[in-house]
């Protein structure tokens, strides 16, 4: 059965070149939102421009488009979007739910103890409100209720996040936004009605519904995707040394892909071009064959 009104999106962060964990990400997002008939987004996260890679952003799309994903829609830059998340932020102060935190990194280490997001943060500019003009981060005052959603491919996730994640920074001392507070923003003004991406992302998803429900956006379906790992069992990335995509070499790249999430393509498809690898991928996707 399809699903009705459909917008994706992949939203990838130009921190180095597209490797093969990101492909993955990308042709899972993009072959859900085809089967689907709906719209595929790209979207660029480089609201951390500090570890922005120079040249990253027009590599990325140079690939997107040498490997036959077309998107839909104008690409949205996060580093444009600062205002739509202040405005956020300033309906979140309104709500009393945003406090000043002047503690160093250090400070917070030492008197915490280790959530799923590193250490939880004690509280203590909440309960000793800072006189001291220093840079402050911004931080949410999250609670004890427990977020609850269905992730399409992993089932029911629960999490409390004041126990487990603790109140999290939406603006850093630096003045940059956070993550979690410009994916929700962005999220909600393009209309996101599924997000596809990979399972080290899961843990974000109940700030993510926290912040959607205090901004009263609805909740999009997520499905959290398998994540590649190398021989040391760790994440794909540029800190792992993960190689770029080849597109000189782009058909096999894709066929892997498509096999790590499970699909079955036919060995003949490698003798094809890439408009037919898309042309079955998309008529044959299926979600309950992605590994769990
Ligand atoms: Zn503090």
Known sequence: MIEKNYRGRFAPS??????????????????????????????????????????????????????????????????????????????????NLIYPCTCSRKEISDSSIIGLGGPIYPGTCLKNPSLSDKACSLRIQTNQNEIQFQDILKGPYTQKLRREIGDFVLRRADGIYAYQLAVVVDDAEQGITHVVRGADLLDSTPRQIFLQRSLGYS??????????????????????????IDIANALPQLVKALCFLGQKPPAVILEGDIPSFWQWARENWQVNLIPR
């Open 219 to 244: 909740t999009p379906r997520y499905m959290h995707l398998p994540v590649v790992t190398n021989a040391a069992g760790e994440k794909l990335s540029k800190q792992t040394n993960a190689e770029p």
């Open 14 to 95: 130009p921190t180095g070149l597209l490797h093969f964990g990101s492909l993955v990400a990308a042709v899972g997002s993009y072959l859900d939102a085809k089967f689907n008939q709906g719209k595929w987004l790209v979207r660029i996260e480089d609201i951390d421009f500090q570890r922005e890679v120079p040249g990253a952003v027009s590599e990325f799309l140079f690939v997107l488009e040498s490997l036959g994903m077309e998107w839909d829609e104008e690409v949205v830059f996060q580093s444009r979007r600062l205002e739509a998340y202040q405005k956020a932020l300033d309906r979140l102060e309104k709500q």
